[in-house]
């Protein structure tokens, strides 16, 4: 029997909402940008100006978010003239939620026709070259998990039953956040990140198994929303926070309040970069 998947009508129900809270706001415009933000990362939304802030709660259908770090928030808003979703938060599948409940919010923005997607992390390095305070741009992902957003009765509006993932993080938008990065002076590495469910932190073998396999860093999030942006037609940048060394590495225990605070450190880099990306991809 077919996996019980949200409907077409819960989506545009919970768009329809959040499309009538901002319709006095940003000159009507329809947002052109989602952010998806990660942990210890959500005052980019303090960027925003004409903003409207709506809780997770009062949207129809929405998830809630459960885990510390994550505000649990929908802020949209204009930046220097570009109209943003962003989202303070996210959902994730060790919280109970089901990967279609997890993607809700990415199947929104797709109804609401937004072209653009960004998705932001606090991940783990599995690469001693890499360390905490680094940002990694994301090239491309590893997902051994069996589920997948996509399980289950297809919504053909938003994209074909069996979707190409070659090109899942945009190439041409990976070369303009280079080029971004660069002119900023931040040295940003590029690497593969690896997707486990959670919420146990991964053992030092699964770690060094990881690295074999060709990850450079490992993360709880992200990966379901990518299928689904993907799946959607959405142009998808991802950009990870190396908040830590993944276990087996430092030779010191993971602690999710460490995370929270290494992402604070770094938020200053990441807006200016997130911020220049937006602003130069804006104009293709």
């Not at 925003?48 to 770090?69: A, D, M, Q, R, W």
């Not at 996210?90 to 929104?108: A, K, L, N, Q, W």
């Not at 040295?187 to 990881?210: D, H, N, Q, W």
């Not at 940048?237 to 430092?250: D, K, P, Q, R, V």
Request: proline content about 5%; some cysteine.
């Amino acid at each position: 029997m077919p996996v019980e998947k949200t409907t077409l009508e819960q989506i545009r129900k919970a768009a329809e909402f959040i499309s009538s809270r901002i319709s006095h706001t940003s000159e009507c415009r329809r947002p052109k940008f989602g952010l998806v933000l990660g942990s210890g990362l959500g005052s980019f939304a303090d960027q925003l100006t004409h903003k409207v802030s709506i809780g997770f709660e009062e949207i129809p259908h929405f998830p809630v978010s459960t885990v510390e770090g994550h505000e649990g928030r929908m802020v949209i808003g204009d930046y220097k003239g570009v109209v943003l979703l962003v989202l303070q938060g996210r959902f994730h599948y060790y919280e109970g939620y089901s990967m279609d409940e997890v993607t809700f919010p990415i199947r929104c923005m797709r109804y609401m026709n937004i072209p653009n997607l960004i998705v932001t992390n606090a991940a783990g390095s599995v690469d001693e070259n890499y360390e905490p305070g680094d940002l990694m741009l994301i090239r491309d992902h590893i997902k051994f998990h069996g589920d997948s957003p996509l399980r289950g009765p297809n919504i053909d509006e938003f994209g074909p039953r069996f979707n190409d993932m070659s090109d899942p993080y945009t190439g041409e938008i990976r070369e303009l956040a280079k080029k971004c990065a660069d002119t900023l002076g931040i040295f940003l590495k590029e690497g593969v990140y690896y997707y486990f469910a959670g919420p146990s932190y991964e053992t030092a073998s699964e770690v060094r198994a990881i690295n074999i396999l060709g990850a450079n860093a490992v993360g709880m999030s992200t990966v379901p929303e990518v299928i689904v942006g993907a799946h959607g037609g959405m142009k998808v940048m991802g950009l990870s926070c190396i908040t830590n060394m993944a276990t087996g590495i430092s030779g010191k225990p993971v602690r999710h309040g460490d995370v929270i605070r290494a992402g604070e450190t770094v938020k200053d880099k990441f807006i200016r970069l997130v911020s220049s990306i937006i602003l130069e991809w804006d104009k293709l």
